[in-house]
């Protein structure tokens, strides 16, 4: 993480000190006097180059010395650095109406150059792979969507649930059961984008054996009227590869 320190000059601000009451933000001087907590990535991002009060009065050539400020900063802190991953070769000025700076790095992941936000690297969040390996890694996801997704349900999550694969969000440990206010357990299956009711029940172990039982004709049919599906996918996402 980039350092900042007391005496550093972002536009018209200069650092002061941490603020005592704000984490991540440093208490700052515009030239024209006035004090305030500046957030740290509006520093260096170039987003914030001066006061509000300076801001409404700077003419836009002032501005435009602001921003070219906040760019030589940067470039200074920035290129031939290595931050979350990212090989920094060079900070590149705001684009159109975006205000934040942007640089040219090599991908983490797959080791091309691109273009990016700078903030976008330099956050405690910080992206970990370019758009290239974001497309690269739709391409099975588009591959199990036209296989695994068929008329209206999922083939994989229903192979999941015959598995017995819990869903995570289920509230008894035991798929497609509730426990209502009642204190009776109802059970359902979903079907092709609908919920079916199986019934009120006065134990866990009643709901269940019916949503079992259900699972088995429901979902046991579907996967039989589409035998070979794990085959084709497999398939499918090596020609993806």
Same mark, same amino acid.
């Given at each position: 993480?980039?350092?900042?320190?007391?005496?550093?000059?972002?536009?018209?601000?200069?650092?002061?000190?941490?603020?005592?009451?704000?984490?991540?933000?440093?208490?700052?001087?515009?030239?024209?006097?006035?004090?305030?907590?500046?957030?740290?990535?509006?520093?260096?991002?170039?987003?914030?180059?001066?006061?509000?009060?300076?801001?409404?009065?700077?003419?836009?050539?002032?501005?435009?010395? !602001?921003?070219?400020?906040?760019?030589?900063?940067?470039?200074?802190?920035?290129?031939?650095?290595?931050?979350?991953?990212?090989?920094?070769?060079?900070?590149?000025?705001? *684009?159109?109406?975006?205000?934040?700076?942007?640089?040219?790095?090599?991908?983490?992941? !797959?080791?091309?150059?691109?273009?990016?936000?700078?903030?976008?690297?330099?956050?405690?969040?910080?992206?970990?792979? !370019?758009?290239? !390996?974001?497309?690269?890694?739709?391409?099975?996801?588009?591959?199990?969507?036209?296989?695994?997704?068929?008329?209206?349900?999922?083939?994989?999550?229903?192979?999941?649930?015959?598995?017995?694969?819990?869903?995570?969000? *289920?509230?008894?440990?035991?798929?497609?059961?509730?426990?209502?206010?009642?204190?009776?357990?109802?059970?359902?299956?979903?079907?092709?984008?609908?919920?079916?009711?199986?019934?009120?029940?006065?134990?866990?172990?009643?709901?269940?054996?019916?949503?079992?039982?259900?699972?088995?004709?429901?979902?046991?049919?579907?996967?039989?009227?589409?035998?070979?599906?794990?085959?084709?996918?497999?398939?499918?996402?090596?020609?993806?590869?």
């Amino acid at each position: 993480m980039t350092k900042i320190s007391p005496g550093d000059r972002f536009g018209h601000w200069t650092v002061l000190a941490p603020s005592p009451s704000r984490p991540c933000y440093f208490s700052c001087r515009c030239d024209c006097g006035s004090v305030k907590d500046v957030y740290r990535s509006s520093l260096l991002q170039g987003t914030s180059t001066c006061c509000p009060s300076c801001s409404h009065r700077t003419p836009s050539g002032a501005r435009q010395g !602001c921003s070219k400020a906040a760019l030589v900063a940067a470039k200074k802190k920035y290129t031939g650095t290595t931050v979350s991953g990212w090989q920094i070769l060079d900070v590149l000025p705001s *684009s159109g109406s975006r205000r934040g700076l942007r640089c040219r790095a090599v991908c983490p992941v !797959c080791g091309r150059p691109t273009i990016t936000a700078l903030g976008r690297i330099t956050a405690s969040k910080p992206i970990r792979r !370019c758009s290239g !390996c974001s497309h690269d890694i739709s391409k099975p996801s588009g591959a199990l969507h036209a296989v695994a997704y068929t008329d209206g349900s999922s083939l994989a999550s229903v192979r999941k649930r015959l598995d017995g694969t819990i869903n995570k969000n *289920s509230s008894t440990g035991v798929n497609g059961v509730t426990l209502r206010p009642d204190g009776r357990y109802h059970a359902y299956i979903n079907f092709k984008r609908k919920q079916l009711y199986l019934g009120s029940y006065p134990d866990l172990a009643a709901a269940a054996a019916a949503r079992k039982k259900a699972e088995a004709e429901i979902y046991g049919e579907y996967l039989d009227q589409h035998e070979g599906w794990e085959e084709e996918l497999k398939e499918k996402l090596k020609d993806k590869k």
